[in-house]
């Protein structure tokens, strides 16, 4: 797993923003965002992690100038429409399909639920320097408290963004 002070690797992938597919490059959003938080998860869907974006949701996350919050699953752009449209999720769903991204932060799973080479369920903080300022992984069906999202809020204050905690409901 990437570590707090290292450089976050890059990545350009197709992601579901607003109702419609365009490419995701994390070093455009990095110029335009003090932050950027990358909630990976294995699947869409996945109760846990459904509990997390939607708590972000709800914090207002998404509606903030100065970070970008996003998605990031094994799933493809087709289950990221319907996944978005059914929670109401304001924050870009990228389809990491193959692996590739989840690889790079070490965050590949080998095996999980019958599926092999999806990412992992972590949250990954990045500040506009590129530097990893927080990571955490769990277990992906792992009702944490506090959720890695919520852990999150320290390191986004530290770079400058003002956010309210996201207060995941593991129990909807």
């Known amino acids: 797993m990437v570590t707090t002070g290292q ?16 490419l995701l490059e994390l070093f ?17 869907f996945v109760p846990t992690g459904t509990a997390e974006l939607r708590a972000v949701c709800e ?3 998404h509606e ?21 449209t059914q929670y109401d999720l304001g ?9 590739g991204v989840a690889d790079s932060y ?5 095996d999980w639920e019958g599926h092999s080479d999806i990412p992992a369920r972590a949250t990954v903080v ?13 277990d992906p069906l792992d009702e944490r408290s506090p959720a890695p ?15 309210d905690r996201p207060d995941p409901r593991y129990d909807l």
């Open 7 to 22: 450089k976050a690797p890059d990545f350009i992938r197709p992601a579901v923003v607003d109702g419609d597919v365009e």
């Open 28 to 44: 455009a959003e990095l110029r335009e965002h003090r932050a950027v938080v990358l909630v990976f998860e294995p699947a869409a």
């Open 59 to 61: 914090a207002g996350w």
């Open 64 to 84: 903030q100038p100065a970070l970008l919050t996003v998605g990031l699953t094994g799933d493809s752009l087709y289950s990221h429409f319907a996944y978005a």
């Open 91 to 99: 924050v870009p769903l990228v389809s990491d399909f193959h692996g």
């Open 106 to 110: 070490d965050l590949l799973l080998a």
């Open 126 to 138: 990045i500040d506009g320097d590129w530097e990893v300022r927080a990571t955490e992984q769990t």
């Open 149 to 163: 999202v919520v852990r999150a809020t320290d390191a986004l204050q530290d770079c400058g963004v003002d956010v």
